[in-house]
């Protein structure tokens, strides 16, 4: 848990995500865009974050709304033009933040001129960019691979009488990464952006890449039943975190060191021993893989202070040598954290998510506290919704439109926007928490503040993790500097009395009693944290 190197930006900052689609419109079409965001960058800069990510921007037939991209060095004229991109990066640099690009490197658009070319032909030199398959010899799918969004993964080629592979919508055909083109192809894309200046890349399911190259059948599940979705029937046995996958992952690592302080993150679900080997092996002193693989468990570990004390130790114990951690608490694939946990418990877990070791990213909105829209059938947007409906797939609730201020559309449109305005915008907006001292954005305001000041928490050490009563406790330290930290969370639904060391509260969830002194029994309520300052 100690390991005292100069940290890089990365490491001491903190991320913020941003769908594009619903951050900032500018041209009044309902859409959120780039000339939106470099209008709003402000705010972050208020807010404190050291670097945004964006979700997809380039051109796109949207089938996936920008995860399924036909043009990887373009942005697509929904959000802009690349001319746009270049201001939005100068002005994001100016700022000091850092501009991360999320890149979609498993899957293109079927409207991508690569694809369109492999499908083109069975002699096409672009054939072997993707995965095509025979047909078993009753005309039925290669094998039992399956896609994420429903249903088998296998689409038939009438031209070509083959069938392709895509491991998410029929109109994202996956890339074969077993042809060196194809990578060759990739790093160059990816160069386009970095000469460009672009601090790094979050990169799309980065465990999917690699698929058995003998096509083998995935193994069934034993735990799945009819009704479920369909893409869990069977295990992701020959489909995902394949062996070579490694070394891909150390490739774009070099893409990324020719040049200076860029990050690779990924997007990676799977259990920490799994996850962390995508930091790659030591070589010439450092890990040659991913700097930041997702560390996606808070989301899916029940929000008890038990298991949540094992998962920190669990994976502080299981980080390699020099591996830097990171903690995700929301993305655009995942229900907002105040409707999964409630309002008050988004309170302690914005306080644990900034007082952990490691980096935090941020979903943007979770500053305000938003929760789940509402979206009626005849309103949906998300294909994964649509393919099976009523199961729980869909993903537009946590996708509407970022609340600024109290006016009809929030501030984010003069149009009718793509996704409903959360009814609670009235309350829940930047512009009204900028002025209530109480208000979620303050107390994110307030702990990434306290955060960037004190080495013990962005770059310190952890240690006494504890969970008694329902109150998840820890203690941020760092050799080269006095300050000691305690945190305590009570992540119970009732109110808790424990015992705390001697010291004063710096920051409370619920913003009060700062500077008064404590030590011995503490009575703390349901979803309240405390930041103390140890004596
Ligand atoms: C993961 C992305 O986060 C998700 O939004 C997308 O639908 C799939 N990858 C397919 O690209």
Redesign the pocket.
Known sequence: MSDQQPRLWWQNGIVYQIYPRSFQDSNADGIGDLPGIESRLDHLVSLGVDAIWI??FYPSPMA??G??VADYTGVDPIFGTLADFDRLISSAHRRGLKLIL?F?P??TSNQHPWFLESRSSRTNPKRDWYLWHDAKPDGSVPNNWMS??GGPGWTWDDTTQQFYYH???KE?PDLNWHNPEVRAAIYAAMGFWLDKGVDGFRM??LW?LIKDPEFRDNLPNPEWHPGAASFWSVLPTYTADQPETHAIVAEMRAVLDKYDQRVLIG?IYLPLPELVRYYGVQENGQLDGAQMPFNFRLIQTDWNADPIAALIHEYEGVLPGGAWPNWVLG???QSRLASRIGADQARAAAMLLLTLRGTPTIYYGEEIGMTNGRISPDQVQD??EKNQPGIGMG?DPERTPMLWDATPNAGFTTATPWLPINPDHPATNVASESADPRSMLALYRRLIELRRAHPAIHEGEIHDIRSKRGVLSYTRTHPNSPDRFQVLLNLAHDVQTVNCDEGHIVLTTIMDGAGSPVGGPITIEAGEGLLIALD
């Open positions: 979700s997809p996936d709304f995860y399924d999320d979609v498993n899957h994420n969004f491991s998410f919508l994202q799309d399911v999917l997007e993305n655009h694939d294909p994964a993903r």
